[in-house]
Structures are given as structure tokens and as C-alpha cells.
């Protein structure tokens, strides 16, 4: 079986500062780690995937997350947040065979502060 | 092109009445997938679809939910004698293929069980 803990529900930030979610996920097997964000009022939509080779993930609008193996770890970060950055994230991983249907932690609500 | 939809966006019955909710993939996605979001909860995988034949079905509660896909491309979600406890937003999610490793969620639809 798999699980998702997503710490923090919810983190308030000052625009331009840096943020980080946590994402920690037990499993007996191999996975895929995801990330997906929800913005107000609009479906999920994918920011991020580690599958294999490079442990670093990074995303087109300045997100980035790493897998981290020995700490069964995927947070995300971003150097320097935007107001248009306030959605719900969540981290998701599947196996790497079967139906490869997702768990999803609780979501971390970022919030930024102008 | 269009994403995946779903209908109603919204759907508020009586506890006990019969309820149905639509998913519409994206054309050609063979993979599909419904998960319930409760409040404050990520989503939870509830059945997979590969093709016409639900291929996992372990995630509905009990036997008051029931899923098809006569065709390979719309399903259906039905509960029946539904209670306060199956109010949730229920979203629907197809990839391409069974380990395309990304899926495409649609809006959901809110179900309120009165």
C-alpha cells in the first residue's frame, strides 16, 4: 500500500519570497511522484512529474521538486512566488506498473501575501 | 481540444434517490479514472476503466456505486440509495493510454446529498 503526507495545510507567503511544500510518501514499492496544482475554481492540472533518471523535476513557470530517495521525499519549491501562485498543491505518486492510479496527500493551500 | 468534462457541474438530491454523473474524456484517451475529493481531503481513486472493462474497481465503498463505460469513452458513475456521507466533488481523470503517466482532470461535479 501507498501513502501520501502532505505536513502543511495550508502556507502563507510574501510575494517575491521563496516557498517550499512538503511531501513525504511511504511505499513497498517502486513509484512515480507527482505534482499537481489547483487553482480557484478550475480543475487539476499536472506542474510536475519524476518518473526515472534525474531527481531533480523542474516545471515551466519557475516550480521545481526533488526526489529524494533515502528520505522517501518530493517537495516543491519555487525561489520566488507570485500572487498568481495562490492554488492548492498536491503531491500524488502511483506504482510503476498496474492501473497506475494515483494517491494523493491532503494538499498544502499556498497562499500569497501582496 | 477540449478537455475532459463532466456533468452536471453540480447536484443536490435527497438522501436515498438514485444519482448519476457524467464523464466525457478526451478523444482517444483510453485510460479513465474516477476519484472522490471530500472536504479538506485529497482526491481518492475510486474505479479505473481500460477500454470498456473497469479494470480496478477497488476503490468504490460498497456496492451502492457502480461505474460503466459501454463504449470506451463516456462513463457513468450511478449510486444508488445515496446518503449524506456521498456528498464529495467527484472528479473524473483519462490519460492516453494505461501508463501514460499523466492524467487530464476534469472540473468535477459537487454532489450534495440533503
Known amino acids: 500500500a501507498q501513502s501520501v503526507t502532505q505536513l502543511d495545510s495550508q502556507v502563507p507567503v510574501f510575494e517575491e519570497a521563496p516557498v517550499e511544500l512538503r511531501c513525504n510518501y511511504s511505499?513497498?514499492?517502486?513509484?512515480?511522484l507527482f505534482w499537481y496544482v489547483q487553482y480557484p475554481n478550475q480543475g487539476l492540472q499536472l506542474l510536475l512529474k519524476?518518473?526515472?533518471?534525474?531527481?531533480l523535476v523542474e516545471s515551466i513557470n519557475g516550480f521545481e521538486a526533488e526526489f529524494n530517495k533515502s528520505q522517501t521525499s518530493f517537495h516543491l519549491r519555487k525561489p520566488s512566488v507570485h500572487i498568481s501562485d495562490t492554488a492548492e498543491y498536491f503531491c500524488a505518486v502511483s506504482g510503476t506498473s498496474g492501473t497506475y492510479k494515483y494517491i494523493f496527500g491532503t494538499g498544502t493551500r499556498l497562499k500569497v501575501l501582496a | 481540444g477540449a478537455g475532459v468534462s463532466q456533468t452536471p457541474s453540480n447536484k443536490v438530491t435527497e438522501k436515498g434517490k438514485y444519482v448519476e454523473l457524467r464523464c466525457d474524456p478526451i478523444?482517444?484517451?483510453?485510460?479513465l479514472y474516477w476519484y472522490r475529493q471530500s472536504l479538506g481531503q485529497g482526491p481518492e481513486f475510486l474505479i479505473y476503466f481500460q477500454g470498456t472493462g473497469a479494470a480496478d474497481d477497488s476503490g468504490l465503498p460498497n456496492d451502492r456505486f457502480f461505474a460503466v463505460r459501454p463504449e470506451g469513452s463516456v462513463s457513468t458513475l450511478k449510486i444508488q440509495r445515496t446518503e449524506r456521507g456521498d456528498s464529495a466533488v467527484y472528479l473524473c481523470?483519462?490519460?492516453?493510454?494505461?501508463?501514460?503517466?499523466?492524467?487530464?482532470f476534469g472540473p468535477g461535479t459537487r454532489l450534495t446529498v440533503l
Open positions: 478523444s482517444g484517451h483510453t485510460a
Open positions: 511505499s513497498s514499492v517502486s513509484v512515480y
Open positions: 481523470a483519462s490519460s492516453f493510454y494505461q501508463g501514460a503517466h499523466e492524467q487530464f
Open positions: 519524476y518518473l526515472s533518471g534525474s531527481t
